[in-house]
């Protein structure tokens, strides 16, 4: 009787999935979701909602493969839909995309029913992450003296090379990124990569800039990675 309660009504042929292995996978999942997001988050600073989204989304993904499993048609389509997923609040890091993708890969394997390939997965995957931030890796070689500046000027200034000589002065390495208007286009806001001669002269640069800004907006902060990674 329970097994027929919980059998689906358009089920014909195929095998019903049991309440017991429903909720075996699912606290499986569970688990390695808490799992997954202790290894990830050690070390490294991420919001509450982030934390829970992690330990979450591998049960998720799992009753979600449960319930097409067999079914290629709608596998396809589950696929398709994760493929359209976008996080529209505050941009994540590279880092915790990866987080992401190693939860979703959790909770497929543990929905086709693959428990222990299931936890040998995230027990990988977050023993790798933690050993690669032990490692430091990818943060031996960055540049200490390495900023990005963010300079805004009214649209009424000529922006081309009028920086040049105040940043040629406290800078060895100059590259202008990015140009956007803003404020409904009466304001620019210029964005340039820098290697200072010397860090502790920051704030000068910042006060000659200020000079030919016409004292706006003038923002300075340690570099920015060139290319984003974006769900």
């Not at 997001?37 to 009753?63: D, F, I, N, R």
């Not at 990988?124 to 963010?150: C, W």
């Not at 640069?205 to 974006?230: F, P």
Request: aromatic share 8%.
């Amino acid at each position: 009787m329970l097994n027929y309660l919980f059998s689906g009504i358009f089920d014909t042929t195929s095998a019903t999935i049991s309440p017991l292995n429903f909720l075996l996978c699912m606290g499986v999942s569970l688990v390695l979701g808490l799992v997954l997001c202790a290894m990830t988050m050690w070390h490294s600073q991420s919001s509450g909602s982030y934390a829970v989204t992690l330990a979450l989304l591998p049960a998720v993904v799992c009753v979600v493969i449960m319930m097409v499993n067999g079914n290629v048609g709608a596998g396809v389509a589950v696929a398709g839909a994760f493929s359209l997923v976008r996080f529209r609040s505050a941009p994540g890091t590279a880092r915790e995309i990866a987080a992401l993708f190693a939860a979703m890969g959790a909770g497929l394997i543990a929905g086709m029913g693959y428990l222990a390939y299931a936890v040998l997965f995230a027990l990988i995957m977050g023993g790798a992450t933690m050993l690669f931030t032990a490692l430091h890796l990818g943060e031996r070689g960055r540049d200490a003296n390495g900023r990005t500046l963010h300079i805004t000027i009214p649209e009424s200034l000529d922006y081309t090379g009028v920086f040049d000589p105040v940043l040629a002065e406290y800078a060895e390495k100059i590259q202008l990124r990015q140009v956007k208007s803003t404020n409904m286009g009466s304001l620019f806001k210029l964005t340039y990569d820098l290697t200072l001669r010397d860090a502790a002269k920051e704030k000068k640069l910042i006060d000659a800039l200020r000079c030919r800004n016409g004292n706006l907006e003038i923002t300075v902060s340690q570099q920015e990675s060139v290319g984003t990674v974006g769900l």
